[in-house]
Protein backbone atom coordinates (compact mmCIF):
# COMPACT_ATOMS: atom_id res chain seq x y z
CA UNK A 1 0.00 0.00 0.00
CA UNK A 2 0.93 3.58 -1.43
CA UNK A 3 2.30 5.23 2.44
CA UNK A 4 4.42 7.79 1.35
CA UNK A 5 5.38 9.96 -1.95
CA UNK A 6 8.74 7.43 -1.84
CA UNK A 7 6.27 4.63 -2.28
CA UNK A 8 3.96 6.34 -4.61
CA UNK A 9 7.26 6.97 -7.31
CA UNK A 10 8.44 3.35 -6.95
CA UNK A 11 4.54 2.17 -7.35
CA UNK A 12 4.04 4.66 -10.69
CA UNK A 13 7.81 3.41 -12.19
CA UNK A 14 6.90 -0.29 -10.99
CA UNK A 15 3.60 -0.16 -13.47
CA UNK A 16 5.39 1.75 -15.84
CA UNK A 17 7.96 -1.33 -16.59
CA UNK A 18 5.66 -4.06 -16.28
CA UNK A 19 3.39 -2.04 -18.66
CA UNK A 20 6.77 -2.28 -21.24
CA UNK A 21 6.38 1.70 -21.57
CA UNK A 22 10.48 2.59 -22.19
CA UNK A 23 11.17 5.72 -21.94
CA UNK A 24 13.02 8.51 -24.19
CA UNK A 25 11.34 7.41 -27.58
CA UNK A 26 8.27 9.12 -29.20
CA UNK A 27 5.93 6.03 -28.45
CA UNK A 28 7.08 6.71 -25.07
CA UNK A 29 5.06 10.22 -25.00
CA UNK A 30 2.44 9.14 -27.22
CA UNK A 31 1.41 5.99 -25.27
CA UNK A 32 1.62 8.61 -22.07
CA UNK A 33 -1.02 10.87 -23.54
CA UNK A 34 -3.24 8.20 -25.50
CA UNK A 35 -2.90 4.89 -23.83
CA UNK A 36 -6.21 4.39 -22.02
CA UNK A 37 -4.64 1.25 -19.47
CA UNK A 38 -1.65 3.26 -18.52
CA UNK A 39 -3.97 6.51 -17.93
CA UNK A 40 -6.01 4.42 -15.72
CA UNK A 41 -3.17 2.68 -13.84
CA UNK A 42 -1.29 6.20 -13.32
CA UNK A 43 -4.91 7.83 -12.16
CA UNK A 44 -5.33 4.66 -9.69
CA UNK A 45 -1.97 5.34 -8.14
CA UNK A 46 -2.52 8.74 -7.81
CA UNK A 47 -5.66 8.38 -6.13
CA UNK A 48 -4.65 6.02 -3.44
CA UNK A 49 -1.71 8.37 -2.57
CA UNK A 50 -4.30 11.09 -1.55
CA UNK A 51 -6.67 8.28 -0.16
CA UNK A 52 -3.80 7.12 1.95
CA UNK A 53 -1.64 10.30 2.27
CA UNK A 54 -3.24 13.37 1.43
CA UNK A 55 -6.29 12.75 4.08
CA UNK A 56 -6.80 17.20 5.22
CA UNK A 57 -9.72 19.03 4.53
CA UNK A 58 -7.37 21.21 2.50
CA UNK A 59 -6.97 18.52 -0.28
CA UNK A 60 -10.83 17.21 -0.05
CA UNK A 61 -11.97 18.96 -3.40
CA UNK A 62 -8.84 17.35 -5.53
CA UNK A 63 -9.47 14.05 -3.98
CA UNK A 64 -12.77 14.47 -5.14
CA UNK A 65 -11.92 15.34 -8.65
CA UNK A 66 -10.03 12.70 -8.88
CA UNK A 67 -12.39 10.16 -7.85
CA UNK A 68 -15.12 11.62 -10.55
CA UNK A 69 -11.96 10.96 -13.07
CA UNK A 70 -11.01 8.07 -12.02
CA UNK A 71 -15.16 7.01 -12.10
CA UNK A 72 -15.14 8.04 -15.54
CA UNK A 73 -12.25 6.32 -16.95
CA UNK A 74 -12.92 3.23 -15.42
CA UNK A 75 -16.61 3.17 -17.14
CA UNK A 76 -14.95 3.93 -20.29
CA UNK A 77 -12.43 0.74 -19.45
CA UNK A 78 -14.65 -1.51 -18.04
CA UNK A 79 -13.24 -1.76 -14.97
CA UNK A 80 -13.88 -2.38 -11.43
CA UNK A 81 -10.78 -1.86 -9.80
CA UNK A 82 -10.67 0.05 -6.51
CA UNK A 83 -7.93 1.25 -4.78
CA UNK A 84 -5.32 -0.17 -2.41
CA UNK A 85 -5.67 -4.02 -3.60
CA UNK A 86 -2.53 -4.30 -6.20
CA UNK A 87 0.71 -3.66 -5.30
CA UNK A 88 3.36 -2.20 -7.01
CA UNK A 89 3.72 -3.87 -11.12
CA UNK A 90 0.40 -3.82 -12.43
CA UNK A 91 0.11 -4.83 -15.83
CA UNK A 92 -3.24 -4.70 -17.06
CA UNK A 93 -3.09 -6.71 -20.41
CA UNK A 94 -6.33 -5.35 -22.36
CA UNK A 95 -9.38 -3.06 -21.83
CA UNK A 96 -12.58 -5.43 -21.01
CA UNK A 97 -14.48 -6.50 -17.99
CA UNK A 98 -12.72 -6.63 -15.02
CA UNK A 99 -14.14 -6.74 -11.97
CA UNK A 100 -12.19 -7.19 -8.11
CA UNK A 101 -13.40 -6.85 -4.44
CA UNK A 102 -12.09 -4.14 -2.81
CA UNK A 103 -11.33 -6.00 0.31
CA UNK A 104 -9.23 -8.52 -2.13
CA UNK A 105 -5.61 -8.43 -1.57
CA UNK A 106 -3.41 -9.00 -4.83
CA UNK A 107 0.76 -8.72 -4.21
CA UNK A 108 3.64 -7.50 -6.64
CA UNK A 109 3.75 -7.68 -10.74
CA UNK A 110 0.53 -9.22 -11.03
CA UNK A 111 -0.35 -9.39 -14.91
CA UNK A 112 -3.64 -10.02 -15.17
CA UNK A 113 -6.38 -10.15 -18.65
CA UNK A 114 -9.54 -9.62 -19.46
CA UNK A 115 -12.76 -11.19 -18.23
CA UNK A 116 -11.34 -11.89 -14.74
CA UNK A 117 -13.57 -11.44 -11.17
CA UNK A 118 -11.71 -11.67 -7.83
CA UNK A 119 -14.70 -12.03 -5.69
CA UNK A 120 -16.71 -13.30 -2.16
CA UNK A 121 -17.93 -15.84 -1.65
CA UNK A 122 -21.82 -15.40 -0.91
CA UNK A 123 -22.59 -14.57 2.58
CA UNK A 124 -25.69 -13.57 4.57
CA UNK A 125 -26.98 -10.34 5.89
CA UNK A 126 -26.91 -12.01 9.71
CA UNK A 127 -23.15 -12.74 8.61
CA UNK A 128 -22.46 -9.72 7.86
CA UNK A 129 -23.97 -7.43 10.82
CA UNK A 130 -21.11 -9.82 13.11
CA UNK A 131 -18.61 -8.04 14.80
CA UNK A 132 -16.28 -10.38 13.81
CA UNK A 133 -17.00 -11.29 10.15
CA UNK A 134 -14.50 -11.24 7.77
CA UNK A 135 -15.26 -10.50 4.13
CA UNK A 136 -14.60 -14.42 2.22
CA UNK A 137 -12.30 -12.72 -0.39
CA UNK A 138 -9.04 -14.12 -1.81
CA UNK A 139 -5.55 -13.45 -0.94
CA UNK A 140 -3.13 -13.43 -3.64
CA UNK A 141 0.25 -13.39 -3.95
CA UNK A 142 3.66 -11.48 -5.71
CA UNK A 143 4.20 -12.54 -9.00
CA UNK A 144 0.49 -14.05 -10.22
CA UNK A 145 -0.07 -14.46 -13.84
CA UNK A 146 -4.30 -14.58 -14.44
CA UNK A 147 -4.93 -15.28 -17.37
CA UNK A 148 -8.31 -14.23 -19.51
CA UNK A 149 -12.08 -15.27 -18.39
CA UNK A 150 -10.58 -16.28 -14.38
CA UNK A 151 -12.69 -16.60 -11.81
CA UNK A 152 -11.00 -16.13 -8.01
CA UNK A 153 -13.59 -15.91 -5.17
CA UNK A 154 -13.81 -17.04 -1.65
CA UNK A 155 -11.71 -17.05 1.20
CA UNK A 156 -8.46 -18.90 -0.12
CA UNK A 157 -5.06 -18.16 -0.81
CA UNK A 158 -2.45 -18.20 -3.61
CA UNK A 159 0.94 -18.09 -3.41
CA UNK A 160 3.68 -16.58 -5.09
CA UNK A 161 4.70 -17.21 -8.69
CA UNK A 162 1.59 -19.01 -10.04
CA UNK A 163 0.39 -18.88 -13.38
CA UNK A 164 -3.44 -19.24 -13.80
CA UNK A 165 -4.95 -20.05 -16.64
CA UNK A 166 -7.56 -18.95 -18.95
CA UNK A 167 -11.22 -19.35 -18.21
CA UNK A 168 -9.95 -21.17 -14.60
CA UNK A 169 -12.62 -21.44 -11.48
CA UNK A 170 -10.37 -20.87 -8.50
CA UNK A 171 -12.15 -21.51 -5.13
CA UNK A 172 -9.83 -23.26 -2.92
CA UNK A 173 -5.81 -22.41 -1.92
CA UNK A 174 -2.73 -23.28 -3.39
CA UNK A 175 0.15 -22.51 -1.47
CA UNK A 176 2.33 -24.91 -3.39
CA UNK A 177 5.03 -21.20 -5.16
CA UNK A 178 5.65 -21.47 -8.51
CA UNK A 179 3.16 -23.65 -10.23
CA UNK A 180 0.40 -23.21 -12.88
CA UNK A 181 -3.31 -23.99 -12.50
CA UNK A 182 -6.13 -24.16 -14.40
CA UNK A 183 -9.51 -25.80 -15.04
CA UNK A 184 -12.76 -26.04 -14.00
CA UNK A 185 -12.36 -26.00 -10.63
CA UNK A 186 -8.34 -25.00 -10.55
CA UNK A 187 -5.75 -27.71 -10.32
CA UNK A 188 -2.21 -27.96 -10.18
CA UNK A 189 -1.63 -29.03 -13.93
CA UNK A 190 2.75 -27.88 -14.05
CA UNK A 191 5.68 -26.74 -11.96
CA UNK A 192 6.32 -24.29 -13.81
CA UNK A 193 4.64 -20.56 -13.01
CA UNK A 194 4.82 -17.01 -13.47
CA UNK A 195 8.41 -17.00 -14.37
CA UNK A 196 7.51 -18.64 -18.08
CA UNK A 197 4.59 -15.91 -18.59
CA UNK A 198 5.93 -12.53 -17.50
CA UNK A 199 8.73 -10.88 -15.49
CA UNK A 200 9.46 -8.85 -12.51
CA UNK A 201 8.53 -5.38 -12.71
CA UNK A 202 10.05 -4.64 -9.10
CA UNK A 203 12.75 -6.52 -9.74
CA UNK A 204 14.29 -5.01 -12.46
CA UNK A 205 13.50 -1.65 -10.98
CA UNK A 206 15.20 -2.60 -7.64
CA UNK A 207 18.46 -3.31 -9.98
CA UNK A 208 18.05 -6.93 -9.87
CA UNK A 209 17.51 -7.85 -13.19
CA UNK A 210 17.87 -6.04 -16.27
CA UNK A 211 14.76 -5.03 -18.27
CA UNK A 212 13.88 -7.85 -21.16
CA UNK A 213 14.63 -7.10 -24.39
Not at 141 to 151: A, F, H, L, R
Request: aromatic share 14%; charged share 25%.
Amino acid sequence: MIQSKKDYIFYLKADEIALKKKGGTVQYYRDYLLDDIWRFERLLRKREFYINCKKGIIYKPYSLYLYFKFQRLSTKLGFTIPPNVFGPGLSIAHKGTLIVNSNAQVGENCRIHTDVNIGTNAYSMEDELRPDFVFPVPKIGNNVYIGPGVKIFGDIEIADNIAIGANSVVNKSFKEEGITIAGVPAKKVSSEGFDKCYYKATDILRGFYKLPQ
